[in-house]
Structures are given as structure tokens and as C-alpha cells.
């Protein structure tokens, strides 16, 4: 592992990459200066070209390829293994590694992967040449995988620019929000809905149990939940800082959400864009109060700002333009998945 580096040895703009166990493999977001790397990589341990780099905390497991860049990396909490070859190259090892469940260490919730877990493993391994040709064939699927995870982020950046574009050049009549929404309080009293919905900031309302979170919950409570229905907009606890969530199906939500329901002003789905647009999403500094995760937004403050309402035929238009995109990104995502489960396949396959 590398030597420690203080929180005072850090800055966020410019030196050599310092990745932690959050940032390697991706964007770093901390750097140290090229003296203090040139000096603790010639005096500490420091990984060789090639070698095989893996998180022991936080998101455990992960593993990454040095590359031989200048780079430090977070002490023991991101370590690498020292494998001399003959037996195994480290192309292979990266694989096989990766596809460890590491979970099944510790009995605690906290997991940790320590030196001793990594000597102990046990692994199995065909000759060198098996090895090269397995490793390649792993490495071309996962630069594709890289391929398409880059085509649907650059994707989503387009889709991100003509909202701000479309939302722009609008001309129509200036409204009030007040004068839009009514503010609904409507209760799941009969019990008439069990779907519990959740706000996120890419895809809107969604079915909490789509979020694969442990969220615990009294189901005797779902009466006091609020109903959501298609079309609502609805003011979360994290809207400061991710706009409003749009629900495009019925359901329940927590009582702490406060749901707007539109009038007919508004095409379907007109405004969900706009709400999570980073014009939107500044406007709202006005009226939010509070400090960090304190923060909240004054809804009735808010509903008072105005905004431009086009014609229902530039709406309309609006809304096809955006979902056209969403369109080619839902199935951009539906194939990476598929390249996904296909690694996941060949993974259990080649290493039984």
C-alpha cells in the first residue's frame, strides 16, 4: 500500500492524481504536488505497471489495472497485489479477482478485505497460453462495455443541452406557478394503493423497490401516505439541489413530499424537464433555507415566481423532441446491460 496522505497535502486542481477508493478507476477529485510523489514513490511501497489494484473498503473488491501513470493512492485502503507471473499473469488475476464475492468475509455488516484474506484465497488457473487468450477475450468485451457506458453519457450531456436550449427560446405568457399547480394532500385512506413511490433524479417517481434500497418502512402506516398520480410533480427532500420529480404512474409516497397537481395549462409531461434542469435547479436558491442536508425549499414563496408558458402545440413539440432522446438513451442503457449480463455469463463459465 502507499504511504498516507493528510487532508493538508490535498488540493482539488492541479498536481498528481490522488485516487481513494470512491475515485479510482474514474475522475479523481484530489491531487498532491509532484514533490511530495516523486519523493514518497522513491522512499514507499508503489505499484509496478500491470499490477493488479483492489479497494478494501467502502465499495470492497473493486479492482483496476495500473496503468503506470503518475498517480498515489489511498493507503490501506487501496492495496495491490505483488504477483510475480509465472504462474498466473495479471491480465488473468484481474479476473479472477474481480469476480469474488467479497461479501462472504466477514459476518459483519461492515465489510473489510484485509492482507490475510488476500493470501489465503484460494484460486484455480489453466496454463499461460489458456490464460492470454480468456484475459483478451474478457478485455474486448469490457472496452466495449467502456464504448457504450461513454456513448450514453455523452448522450445524456445532449439530451441536458437541448433541454437548456428548448426551455430558453420560449415564448408565451408569464404565470405564476400558483397559478399552474394546486398543492393535493390527497391520503391512501382506503388503502387502495401499495405501490410506494420514490423520487430519483434521473428517472423521476419510481417504484421504490426498482432502487434495490433497504429502506425500512411501517406498512400499517401506508394510509397516512400521500397518492401520487400520472402527471403529478412532486417537491422531495433533495429537490434543492435535484428540482422536482415528475410521476408518470399512480402510487403512494411519503408524507413529507409535497405533490403538485397541474392544470390544464400543461401538456403531459411539459415541465419534468425543465424541473430538473440546472436553470431550474439555481432558480430555486431564493427560496430554499437552511443549511446542508437542513436545507428545504418555502413552497409557498416558490409558488409565487412566474415563469413562460408556450402554446400546447410548443409543448407538445418540446416534450416528443426530449422523449426522442430519452428513447435512443433507455435503449443504449437496455444493451449495456446486456453486455453486462453477457461478462457476468462468461465470468461463471470460464471460472468455475
Not at 426551455?167 to 410506494?196: C, D, P, W
Not at 424541473?275 to 433555507?289: D, E, H, M, R
Not at 413562460?308 to 446491460?337: C, F, G, W
Amino acid at each position: 500500500m502507499c504511504k498516507r496522505i493528510l487532508v493538508s497535502q490535498t488540493n482539488t486542481e492541479d498536481g498528481v492524481p490522488f485516487y481513494k477508493i470512491g475515485t479510482i478507476g474514474s475522475t479523481p477529485d484530489a491531487y498532491i504536488s509532484k514533490e511530495l510523489f516523486d519523493d514518497y514513490k522513491v522512499k514507499y511501497n508503489y505499484p509496478r505497471k500491470g499490477e493488479v489494484m483492489i479497494t478494501c473498503a467502502g465499495t470492497v473488491g473493486k479492482c483496476v489495472v495500473y496503468d503506470g501513470e503518475d498517480a498515489y493512492f489511498q493507503d490501506s485502503n487501496i492495496v495491490w497485489i505483488d504477483n510475480p507471473t509465472q504462474y498466473i499473469s495479471n491480465g488473468f488475476l484481474f479476473h479472477l479477482l474481480s469476480k469474488v464475492d467479497w461479501r462472504k468475509l466477514n459476518s459483519t455488516t461492515i465489510i473489510r478485505i484485509y492482507n490475510d484474506d488476500l493470501r489465503n484465497l484460494k484460486m484455480s488457473y489453466p496454463r499461460k497460453e489458456e490464460q492470454q487468450k480468456i484475459s483478451h477475450l474478457l478485455s474486448l468485451l469490457d472496452e466495449r462495455i467502456a464504448t457504450q457506458n461513454k456513448i450514453i453519457e455523452d448522450l445524456k450531456k445532449l439530451k441536458s443541452a437541448i433541454i437548456d436550449q428548448l426551455y430558453s427560446a420560449i415564448k408565451g405568457k408569464g404565470y405564476s406557478y400558483r397559478q399552474i399547480f394546486e398543492i393535493v394532500n390527497e391520503r391512501n385512506k382506503q388503502l387502495e394503493y401499495s405501490n410506494i413511490l420514490s423520487a430519483s433524479q434521473e428517472k423521476g417517481m419510481v417504484n421504490r423497490e426498482d432502487l434495490n434500497l433497504d429502506i425500512q418502512f411501517e406498512r400499517s402506516n401506508i394510509n397516512t401516505y400521500k397518492v401520487v398520480r400520472k402527471g403529478d410533480y412532486v417537491i422531495h427532500l433533495r429537490s434543492f439541489q435535484g428540482g422536482y420529480a415528475f410521476s408518470d404512474k399512480i402510487g403512494v409516497c411519503s408524507p413529507a413530499y409535497t405533490i403538485l397537481r397541474p392544470n390544464d395549462l400543461l401538456e403531459f409531461r411539459y415541465l419534468s424537464y425543465y424541473f430538473t434542469s440546472q436553470k431550474f435547479i439555481k432558480s430555486l436558491i431564493i427560496v430554499t433555507y437552511g443549511i446542508r442536508d437542513g436545507r428545504s425549499i418555502n413552497v409557498e414563496e416558490w409558488l409565487d415566481m412566474k415563469t413562460t408558458i408556450p402554446q400546447k402545440e410548443q409543448q407538445r413539440h418540446i416534450v416528443d423532441t426530449i422523449r426522442n432522446i430519452e428513447k435512443k438513451i433507455e435503449n443504449e442503457e437496455l444493451y449495456a446491460s446486456y453486455l453486462s449480463k453477457q461478462k457476468q455469463y462468461l465470468l461463471r463459465q470460464l471460472f468455475i
